[in-house]
């Protein structure tokens, strides 16, 4: 599963989840959360690991009541370069710094 951490002007910080890294380079996400709640995208809920819900869930605890809360941790990958791309995994991205 790929995760990412994005800041939005609207929502604040965006989690998204997606099924494979194809998937979320065509920005396909199956669950997100931001302070507004926790959304399933375009796949039957029982598709949705419940490790994935839950912590959607937790995020959104902390995201409603501080919707730029820090919740990085979470992601597996991270956007580089203009426009969200390309996607590179959070140890490369470390690596980079």
């Known amino acids: 599963m790929i995760v990412t951490v994005t800041s939005t002007i609207m929502d604040g910080t965006v989690v998204r989840w997606y099924r494979t890294l194809p998937d979320a380079q065509i920005h396909r996400p199956i669950l997100s959360v ?5 959304r399933v ?4 809920l029982h598709e949705v690991p419940d490790e994935a819900l839950a912590i959607a869930q937790d995020a959104w605890a902390v995201l409603r009541r501080d919707p730029r809360h820090d919740v990085r941790y979470l992601a ?22």
């Open 76 to 97: 597996t990958h991270v956007n580089r370069g203009p426009s969200n791309g390309p996607l590179v995994p959070v140890e490369e991205a470390k690596d980079e710094l």
């Open 41 to 44: 995208h375009d796949v039957y």
């Open 34 to 38: 931001s302070r507004a709640g926790v």
